[in-house]
C-alpha cells in the first residue's frame, strides 16, 4: 500500500527536516528561512538554481526510463498493424495466415480500445494505493507477456481475445505515468516531461516499419514466418524491460528522517519480500531540498469513496475530456489514414509514401520539443497554447481537403496537421494534473488522468469506426476521399477549442480551491497545499534564466518580492 505516514510521523519527518535545514542555513547563503508556529519545517527559500538542479537529476532518473517503456509499449501496441502487410507476396502476412476477414481485423483493433477505456481508472486506483514502481513494472511486464502470446496466434478469435487482454493490461500506463510525475514534479513542470517521453510514441511509429524490414528477412527460420519473430521478440524485450524497472525506477519520494516499512508489513508482503529494493531517487541536502519545494506529496492522506466521489462528479472533468477527445481522434485519424490520404493527392510509388508520412511524425516531434516546455513557463495558459496549436490543425485539414490543384499544398496541410498534433496530448495532461492536484490530491490525479485519458480516447473509436473508412460513401477513390471525414474532425476540433476557453471561464468563475476532505487532522487544506513549489507558481517563470534571455534587474526585483510575500508552509 502506499506510504501514508500518520501526524506522529510527519512530525517526525518535519523535526528531521528542521535539523537538516538548520545545518544547512550555517554553510548557505541567500536562503531565507522562517519557520511556522506549531513545530513544523520552517520555510527554507532555495535558490533557484539549487532547486533546478534536485529536478535534473530526477530527469536523469526517471525520464530515460519513461522513453524506453513507453517507446517498447507503444512498439507491442501497433505492431499488428505492419504485421498485416509483412511478407504479403509470399502469403505469410497476418491476415491471409489466420484467414482474416475486414471485419475480424476491424473488430480486433477495437476490443483493444474497449478494454482500456474500461480498465484505466481501476488501474489507476490501484497504483495510487500501491507502490508506483512496482504497479507500473508490473503493467510493462504483462505488456511484455501478452505481446509474446501474439506469436502464438492460430485464428481470429485468439487475436480478437489477445487484443481484448492487451487493452487491459495496457490499462493506466499512459495517466499512470502523468500520475507518477506528479510524486516528483509540481504539475506546472510536468508538460514539458509529458512530452518529453511522449515523442517516444512517434520514434517508434517509425522505427517498427524499418525494423520489421529485418523481422521479414527472417521469415521461414526455424519455420516461424516474420511477423511471428516480431510479436516474440518485442514481447520478450517488454518482460526484460519490465524486471529492469524494479531495479530503477525509484518509489514515491520519503521525507528525510522516514523509513519506509519492512516489506513484511506490505499489506502484499508474501510477494513483496522478494522484490528488490530501488535506490532512493534523493538523498542528502537533495532530498530535503525536494522535501521543502514539493512537500504537498509526501504527508499523502489515504482517499475514501467519498473523496472518489467527489472527484467523479467534478464538473472540470468533462471539458478537459472533450479537449482530449478532438485531439486523440486526429492523431488515430493521421495515424491510420496519412498514408491513404498521400496516396490520393498524387501519383506517388508505395516507397515515396512511405518516405512522406514520416515527415509528419517529424513535424509532430519538433512541436513537442519546442511548444511543451514554453507551455511550462506559461503554465497559467495552457488553453492558449493548446487552441493555437488546434487552430494549426484545422488550417492543415483545410488545405488537405481544398487545395485540389496543388497537391504538395496538400501534402503540406499533412505537416501542418501533424505540427499541430504534437503538443495537445501533453499538454492536456499537464492540466489535468496541475488542475485536480490542487482541487483534490492524489487521488484527483489519479482518477482524472483515467477518465479523460480514458472516455478521450472514444476519439479514437469514432474516427476509426464513424469516420474515414467506417463512412463508405466518404472513402470512395477519387479528389474528395475523406472531405467529409476531414470536415468532421475540423467540427470536432473546434469543439475541443470551444472546451478550452470554457475551462479558462468557469475557472474564473468559480475557482480552483481545494475540495473539503473527509479525512483530515483539522489543517487547513491551503496551509497543506503551500510549498516552495506552490509559492513560485504564484508567478510564471516566462522567459527567465534561459540562455538566450538575459535576466533583468526587475527580474530579480519581482524574485526577491516573491520571497518576502510568501506564505508559510
Same mark, same amino acid.
Given at each position: 500500500?502506499?506510504?501514508?505516514?500518520?501526524?506522529?510521523?510527519?512530525?517526525?519527518?518535519?523535526?528531521?527536516?528542521?535539523?537538516?535545514?538548520?545545518?544547512? +542555513?550555517?554553510?548557505?547563503?541567500?536562503?531565507?528561512?522562517?519557520?511556522?508556529?506549531?513545530?513544523? &519545517?520552517?520555510?527554507?527559500?532555495?535558490?533557484?538554481?539549487?532547486?533546478?538542479?534536485?529536478?535534473?537529476?530526477?530527469?536523469?532518473?526517471?525520464?530515460?526510463?519513461?522513453?524506453?517503456?513507453?517507446?517498447?509499449?507503444?512498439?507491442?501496441?501497433?505492431?499488428?498493424?505492419?504485421?498485416?502487410?509483412?511478407?504479403?507476396?509470399?502469403?505469410?502476412?497476418?491476415?491471409?495466415?489466420?484467414?482474416?476477414?475486414?471485419?475480424?481485423?476491424?473488430?480486433?483493433?477495437?476490443?483493444?480500445?474497449?478494454? /482500456?477505456?474500461?480498465?484505466?481508472?481501476?488501474?489507476?486506483?490501484?497504483?495510487?494505493?500501491?507502490?508506483?514502481?512496482?504497479?507500473?513494472?508490473?503493467?510493462?511486464?504483462?505488456?511484455?507477456?501478452?505481446?509474446?502470446?501474439?506469436?502464438?496466434?492460430?485464428?481470429?478469435?485468439?487475436?480478437?481475445?489477445?487484443?481484448?487482454?492487451?487493452?487491459?493490461?495496457?490499462?493506466?500506463?499512459?495517466?499512470?505515468?502523468? /500520475?507518477?510525475? =506528479?510524486?516528483?514534479?509540481?504539475?506546472?513542470?510536468?508538460?514539458?516531461?509529458?512530452?518529453?517521453?511522449? =515523442?517516444?510514441?512517434?520514434?517508434?511509429?517509425?522505427?517498427?516499419?524499418?525494423?520489421?524490414?529485418?523481422?521479414?528477412?527472417?521469415?521461414?527460420?526455424?519455420?516461424?514466418?516474420?511477423?511471428?519473430?516480431?510479436?516474440?521478440?518485442?514481447?520478450?524485450?517488454? !518482460?526484460?524491460?519490465?524486471?529492469?524497472?524494479?531495479?530503477?525506477?525509484?518509489?514515491?519520494?520519503?521525507?528525510?528522517?522516514?523509513?519506509?516499512?519492512?516489506?513484511?508489513?506490505?499489506?502484499?508482503? +508474501?510477494?513483496?519480500?522478494?522484490?528488490?529494493? +530501488?535506490?532512493?531517487?534523493?538523498?542528502?541536502?537533495?532530498?530535503?531540498?525536494?522535501?521543502?519545494?514539493?512537500?504537498?506529496?509526501?504527508?499523502?492522506?489515504?482517499?475514501?469513496?467519498?473523496?472518489?466521489?467527489?472527484?467523479?462528479?467534478?464538473?472540470?472533468?468533462?471539458?478537459? =475530456?472533450?479537449?482530449?477527445?478532438?485531439?486523440?481522434? !486526429?492523431?488515430?485519424?493521421?495515424?491510420?489514414?496519412?498514408?491513404?490520404?498521400?496516396?490520393?493527392?498524387?501519383?506517388?510509388?508505395?516507397?515515396?509514401?512511405?518516405?512522406?508520412?514520416?515527415?509528419?511524425?517529424?513535424?509532430?516531434?519538433? &512541436?513537442?520539443?519546442?511548444?511543451?516546455?514554453?507551455?511550462?513557463?506559461?503554465?497559467?495558459?495552457?488553453?492558449?497554447?493548446?487552441?493555437? @496549436?488546434?487552430?494549426?490543425?484545422?488550417?492543415?485539414?483545410?488545405?488537405? =481537403?481544398?487545395?485540389?490543384?496543388?497537391?504538395?499544398?496538400? /501534402?503540406?496541410?499533412?505537416?501542418?496537421?501533424?505540427?499541430?498534433?504534437?503538443?495537445?496530448?501533453?499538454?492536456?495532461?499537464?492540466?489535468?494534473?496541475?488542475?485536480?492536484?490542487?482541487?483534490?490530491?492524489?487521488?484527483?490525479?489519479?482518477?482524472?488522468?483515467?477518465?479523460?485519458?480514458?472516455?478521450?480516447?472514444?476519439?479514437?473509436?469514432?474516427?476509426?469506426?464513424?469516420?474515414?473508412?467506417?463512412?463508405?460513401?466518404?472513402? &470512395?477513390?477519387?479528389?474528395?476521399?475523406?472531405?467529409?471525414?476531414?470536415?468532421?474532425?475540423?467540427?470536432?476540433?473546434?469543439?475541443?477549442?470551444?472546451?478550452?476557453?470554457?475551462?479558462? !471561464?468557469?475557472?474564473?468563475?468559480?475557482?480552483?480551491?481545494?475540495?473539503?476532505? +473527509?479525512?483530515?487532522?483539522?489543517?487547513? @487544506?491551503?496551509?497543506?497545499?503551500?510549498?516552495?513549489?506552490?509559492?513560485?507558481?504564484?508567478?510564471?517563470?516566462?522567459?527567465?534564466?534561459?540562455?538566450?534571455? @538575459?535576466?533583468?534587474?526587475?527580474?530579480?526585483?519581482?524574485?526577491?518580492?516573491?520571497?518576502?510575500?510568501?506564505?508559510?508552509?
Amino acid at each position: 500500500m502506499a506510504h501514508n505516514p500518520g501526524p506522529s510521523s510527519a512530525a517526525a519527518a518535519d523535526d528531521a527536516v528542521s535539523r537538516a535545514l538548520a545545518s544547512d +542555513s550555517k554553510s548557505s547563503s541567500g536562503n531565507e528561512t522562517t519557520s511556522k508556529p506549531g513545530g513544523t &519545517a520552517p520555510i527554507h527559500d532555495y535558490d533557484i538554481d539549487r532547486v533546478e538542479k534536485v529536478y535534473r537529476k530526477l530527469d536523469l532518473r526517471i525520464l530515460p526510463a519513461f522513453w524506453v517503456l513507453y517507446f517498447l509499449t507503444s512498439a507491442i501496441r501497433s505492431n499488428i498493424g505492419i504485421a498485416q502487410t509483412m511478407n504479403m507476396d509470399v502469403g505469410h502476412d497476418l491476415v491471409t495466415i489466420l484467414s482474416l476477414t475486414a471485419r475480424d481485423t476491424s473488430l480486433a483493433l477495437a476490443l483493444f480500445y474497449v478494454s /482500456y477505456v474500461l480498465f484505466d481508472l481501476p488501474s489507476n486506483l490501484v497504483m495510487s494505493r500501491l507502490s508506483p514502481r512496482v504497479w507500473m513494472a508490473r503493467i510493462v511486464i504483462a505488456v511484455g507477456v501478452v505481446g509474446t502470446c501474439f506469436a502464438a496466434v492460430r485464428d481470429a478469435w485468439s487475436l480478437k481475445l489477445l487484443r481484448f487482454l492487451l487493452g487491459v493490461v495496457t490499462a493506466g500506463l499512459w495517466p499512470g505515468m502523468a /500520475y507518477y510525475l =506528479t510524486l516528483f514534479y509540481p504539475p506546472s513542470r510536468t508538460g514539458k516531461r509529458i512530452g518529453m517521453y511522449f =515523442t517516444a510514441a512517434q520514434v517508434s511509429a517509425a522505427v517498427v516499419g524499418l525494423v520489421s524490414a529485418g523481422f521479414q528477412r527472417m521469415d521461414g527460420v526455424r519455420g516461424i514466418v516474420g511477423f511471428r519473430w516480431m510479436f516474440l521478440v518485442y514481447g520478450l524485450c517488454g !518482460v526484460v524491460l519490465g524486471f529492469a524497472l524494479l531495479w530503477w525506477l525509484p518509489d514515491r519520494p520519503l521525507a528525510p528522517g522516514e523509513e519506509r516499512p519492512a516489506r513484511s508489513a506490505l499489506p502484499w508482503h +508474501s510477494l513483496g519480500r522478494w522484490l528488490p529494493r +530501488s535506490p532512493e531517487a534523493l538523498t542528502g541536502e537533495d532530498a530535503v531540498v525536494h522535501y521543502h519545494d514539493l512537500r504537498r506529496v509526501y504527508h499523502a492522506r489515504p482517499w475514501t469513496l467519498r473523496d472518489l466521489g467527489r472527484v467523479l462528479v467534478d464538473w472540470r472533468l468533462w471539458p478537459l =475530456t472533450l479537449m482530449y477527445f478532438g485531439v486523440v481522434g !486526429v492523431g488515430i485519424g493521421t495515424q491510420l489514414y496519412g498514408g491513404v490520404i498521400i496516396a490520393s493527392i498524387g501519383k506517388f510509388t508505395g516507397v515515396q509514401v512511405s518516405l512522406l508520412f514520416a515527415p509528419i511524425w517529424i513535424m509532430d516531434l519538433i &512541436a513537442i520539443l519546442i511548444v511543451t516546455p514554453i507551455s511550462d513557463r506559461f503554465h497559467r495558459h495552457r488553453a492558449f497554447f493548446f487552441s493555437c @496549436s488546434v487552430c494549426i490543425q484545422i488550417a492543415g485539414l483545410l488545405t488537405t =481537403t481544398f487545395a485540389l490543384a496543388n497537391p504538395w499544398a496538400r /501534402y503540406g496541410g499533412l505537416l501542418m496537421v501533424g505540427f499541430g498534433l504534437g503538443p495537445t496530448v501533453p499538454i492536456c495532461m499537464a492540466w489535468t494534473g496541475e488542475i485536480f492536484q490542487r482541487r483534490h490530491r492524489e487521488v484527483g490525479v489519479a482518477v482524472a488522468s483515467a477518465l479523460v485519458s480514458g472516455l478521450g480516447n472514444l476519439g479514437s473509436i469514432t474516427t476509426t469506426y464513424a469516420l474515414y473508412t467506417g463512412w463508405p460513401e466518404d472513402a &470512395a477513390p477519387g479528389p474528395h476521399r475523406y472531405r467529409k471525414s476531414n470536415l468532421a474532425m475540423i467540427g470536432i476540433l473546434c469543439m475541443s477549442i470551444v472546451s478550452s476557453v470554457v475551462m479558462v !471561464v468557469l475557472l474564473k468563475v468559480f475557482g480552483n480551491e481545494p475540495a473539503k476532505k +473527509s479525512t483530515g487532522s483539522g489543517e487547513s @487544506s491551503d496551509a497543506e497545499w503551500e510549498d516552495g513549489a506552490a509559492r513560485r507558481e504564484a508567478h510564471q517563470r516566462g522567459f527567465k534564466r534561459l540562455g538566450w534571455w @538575459s535576466k533583468s534587474a526587475g527580474d530579480d526585483a519581482a524574485d526577491t518580492v516573491t520571497k518576502k510575500v510568501s506564505p508559510e508552509v
